[in-house]
């Protein structure tokens, strides 16, 4: 069956770095994008970042261009989030996401990991 496993996550302070990591199995990794979504203490569901099964192409929401980068290694069935220049408002729990239909770069999702929580704070 499909499992997604992220891990990476802890307390960080601002300004600092943190790097997520989703160990992917149970499907064909590299037909699939992949993305991350967050969710804020009180808030909702926000997405973050996706990148292609082929990882060439990627995308960001605004508030994490130039801060964050995702990759994956097919190799490893993994998909990354690098995530620099943190900010107390990327207070979350992390969560990587499958996309549901083969070769899809958007929505709907089909399965999610357990996630994974991040605190940047001083």
């Known amino acids: 069956q499909v499992q997604l496993v992220e891990s990476g996550g802890g307390l960080v302070q601002p300004g600092g770095s943190l790097r997520l990591s989703c160990a992917a199995s149970g499907f064909t990794f590299s037909r699939y994008s992949m993305s991350w979504v967050r969710q804020a203490p009180g808030k909702g569901l926000e997405w973050v970042s996706s990148v292609n099964g082929v990882g060439s192409r990627t995308s960001y929401v605004d508030s994490a261009k130039g801060r964050f980068t995702i990759s994956r290694d097919n190799a490893k069935n993994t998909v990354y989030l690098q995530m620099n220049s943190l900010k107390p408002e990327d207070t979350g729990v992390y969560y990587c996401?499958?996309?549901?239909?083969?070769?899809?770069?958007?929505?709907?999702?089909?399965?999610w990991g357990q996630g994974t929580q991040v605190t940047v704070s001083s």
């Open positions: 996401a499958k996309l549901h239909y083969f070769g899809s770069y958007y929505p709907p999702y089909d399965y």
